[in-house]
């Protein structure tokens, strides 16, 4: 999966294309600077922010976004998990093999 010495590499394109192999797409979320808001649905069209009227560019010109977040959907990275029926039956223990004795075994034998 890895490229030779099993090393990523410090080009974003090479991450890129490792992630894209993997059926692992990701969505880019322009964001502030201080993380007061994201750029995306209602605020999708703004070019300000709504909470401290600073720009959303750094060079307003060239549309350069002064924060980018890259966000990697949670479906796609499940169904690529539970492909395995071996990784689906670890990750399914607790409800197929918890044990129910009122001691703490786990953390999700904790009450809330």
């Known amino acids: ?8 590499s410090d080009r974003t394109y090479d991450a890129k294309k490792i992630l894209c192999s993997l059926g692992m797409n990701y ?3 322009y964001a ?17 922010c709504p909470v401290c009227e600073v720009d959303r560019y750094k060079k307003s010109k060239k549309k350069i976004p002064a924060k980018v977040l890259w966000y990697f959907p949670v479906i796609p990275r499940f169904k690529r ?29 904790s009450p809330q």
């Open 27 to 29: 969505e880019r979320i």
């Open 32 to 48: 502030f600077p201080s993380d007061c808001i994201l750029y995306r649905k209602d605020y999708e069209g703004l070019d300000r």
């Open 81 to 109: 998990i539970f492909m395995n029926s071996e990784h689906a039956k670890s990750l399914m223990w607790h409800s197929d093999k918890r044990i129910c004795d009122n001691m703490l075994h786990h953390l999700v034998d």
């Open 1 to 8: 999966m890895f490229p030779e010495a099993n090393e990523l």
